[in-house]
């Protein structure tokens, strides 16, 4: 197995002397299932298409893009698997040092807005070769949207970069179609109903699509961007959902429904492809993003919760698309025979790992259903969560030959769990490792509620549970609560009564992820318009830097550094005489982290 080329003379050594596809991605190539672009890669190469990479090309030299030379049929760019302003800034805007994706973890290597600075490399180096955008930042900004770091709504991306046909979601559909078509003599300008794919269209091809207000409505009437997301919102489910248009100037964004998710059969095919797991030989130094996912091993995608402010759900999609067993085992019992994986597998999981296998139940209503959430208001009765083959899963890949050690890392939800016995004993006996990640966010029912999380009684059964399990196994384990501080519809206050509760629990939080709007979440949503789209209520959004900054501080009152802030944010919200218990919290509780 090699690598797919990333230079001429690779191309040459297979024997090609021209290439059909050539991805652009603002990430070191890694040719490991858990990355976008060698995973659309192989999957072409797998239909016969010579395919080539340019990863992190020097964007200010336009011959960086003629390295593989023309390609035959087009050029596929994607900024990365995560949305490049993301990638380049923190939440108060301030440049990150670091790069995970990047050889030596160094910052730099990719441009801002690195789809929209590909795409104009691409077309300068050859003006008539077509470009297909695609990944988490073509997704997310598929339609006019709120950017954080410009504070105002921009235009869909596919207008922003000029490329010429947006994919999002997951991509394996709508780019082997393509490429079945334009084999079968289609021009390319004339594919423009392809599902999972959104283009600039001419008037004659919006028949049929619903109209969202337009990008100067969204972009001067806060109401009207709400009422876009929510329109856009109910046409998200693959099976049933119509076409979206959304004027900007005289010209019409036309995005098809979503493609439909992948079955199992095909996933397993994907799964099997002949990815070497490994960096580019070229690279000299480590990649910390494949340090972490090198001997991990991807059950299932999608996420049936769609959490507020999470990017997974519409961009996956909510239907669970799991592997077989036998898939999984088989993979895993290739990596853990690899030299570099010392028997260990890292993580058997998915964006929510206990929602392998998770299925609706009653397909005829699923297919027409126009909940962006299974879980949320609360668990639909049709969600089959059956655990016999999680939990079989677990248990069979702790003895596949070569396996010594496995865990479960991916995060966890733990409404699920308590419904899931079986998969909770697997996971607190034999998988957690010590710590485990789950993601209450928040534990105040007025903001889980914002969040689309379950509230904090869920939490404290879940913890309790898995307190006790631990026990039984004779384990000493804690979990790593996720939380989220300046979320749009939590106070000052709020974060006082999230830190005593905290304490209740017997949890003490060492990092805190403060909120950051996101493209094209509900979240960044209410925080841009302060309504909720659904309800047409107002939310409260801490905006102010100050204000997020006490809030933080709140989650980490037992560190000297926060006292002063801490009793600013008691004294803002006339809570003083809490003081006491909240800055005595922490001793001799137990121990636990959480992200930054
Ligand atoms: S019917 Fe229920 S389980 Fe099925 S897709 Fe809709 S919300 Fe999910």
Request: proline residues 6%; charged residues 25%.
């Amino acid at each position: 197995m090699t690598h797919l080329p990333t230079t001429i003379q690779e191309s040459l050594q297979r024997g090609w002397k021209e290439l059909d596809v050539i991805f652009v991605t603002g990430d070191a190539y890694i040719d490991h299932p858990a990355f976008g672009t060698a995973l659309l890669a192989r999957l072409l190469e797998s239909e016969g298409l010579r395919v080539g990479i340019i990863a992190q090309p020097d964007w200010k030299n336009k011959d960086a893009f003629k390295v593989l030379g023309r390609p035959r049929l087009f050029f596929a760019v994607t900024a990365g698997a995560m949305d490049s302003m993301v990638a380049h800034y923190t939440p108060s805007r301030k440049i990150r040092r670091d790069d995970a994706y990047t050889p030596g973890n160094s910052h730099g290597a990719r441009p801002n807005r690195a789809t929209i600075v590909y795409t104009s490399g691409c077309k300068a180096a050859y003006r008539d070769v077509p470009v297909v955008i695609g990944g988490i930042e073509a997704s997310l900004r598929r339609f006019a949207q709120y950017d954080f770091w410009e504070d105002k709504v921009r235009r869909s991306l596919i207008f922003d970069s000029k490329a010429d046909l947006l994919v999002f979601g997951m991509g394996e559909r709508p780019l082997l179609e393509l490429v079945r078509r334009l084999q079968s003599g289609e021009s390319f300008q004339g594919i423009t109903d392809l599902k999972g794919a959104a283009v600039v269209a001419r008037a004659a091809d919006l028949s049929g699509s619903i109209e969202l207000p337009s990008f100067e409505a969204v972009s001067s009437d806060k109401k009207l961007y709400a009422e876009a997301f929510r329109l856009a919102s109910l046409e998200q489910n693959p099976y049933a959902g119509k076409a979206l248009m959304q004027p900007h100037g005289d010209r019409f964004l036309l995005c098809n429904p979503p493609a439909l998710p992948l079955p199992e059969a095909e996933m397993d095919q994907i799964y099997a492809l002949p990815f070497t797991r490994l960096p580019h030989p070229s690279y000299k130094e480590p990649i910390p993003a494949w340090e972490q996912i090198k001997t991990s091993i991807t059950t299932h995608r999608g996420c049936a919760g769609g959490c507020a402010f999470c990017a997974i759900t519409s961009h996956q999609g909510k239907f669970i698309q799991s592997r077989s067993e036998k898939s999984v085992l088989a993979e895993i019992e290739r990596v853990a025979g690899e030299r570099w994986a010392h028997g260990s597998i890292s993580d058997i999981g998915g964006p929510t790992a206990n929602m392998f296998g998770v299925s609706c139940k009653a397909p005829d209503q699923g297919h027409s259903c126009r909940r962006e959430s299974c879980l949320y208001p609360a668990i639909c009765r049709n969600l089959d969560l059956a655990d016999a083959k999680s939990a079989g899963l677990l248990r069979k890949a702790r003895s596949v030959k070569g396996v010594k050690h496995t865990a479960v890392s991916s995060g966890v939800r733990f409404d699920l769990l308590l419904r899931q016995k079986g998969y909770f004993d697997e996971l607190a006996s034999h998988q957690v490792g010590g710590l485990l990640k789950v993601a209450p966010e928040h534990l105040v029912d007025s903001v889980t509620r914002v969040m689309r999380k379950p509230g904090g009684r869920a939490f404290a059964e879940f913890l309790e549970m898995f307190r006790q399990k631990s026990r039984e196994a004779g384990k000493r384990q804690a979990v790593v609560p996720y939380l989220i501080s300046g979320h749009p519809g939590c106070t000052l206050s709020d974060m006082v009564d999230l830190a005593l509760k905290l304490k209740e629990l017997g949890l003490k939080v060492e990092q805190v992820q403060d909120f950051t709007p996101t493209p094209g979440t509900l979240s960044t949503c209410i925080y841009y318009t302060g309504l909720d789209p659904f309800s047409g209520e107002t939310v409260y959004v801490p905006r102010g830097e100050k204000e997020k900054k006490l809030q933080k501080s709140l989650l980490l009152a037992h560190l000297p550094e926060n006292r002063k802030s801490v009793m600013e944010a008691l004294r803002l919200c006339g809570r003083e005489r809490e003081a006491g218990r909240l800055l005595a919290v922490y001793s001799g509780a137990v121990t636990s982290r959480s992200r930054n």
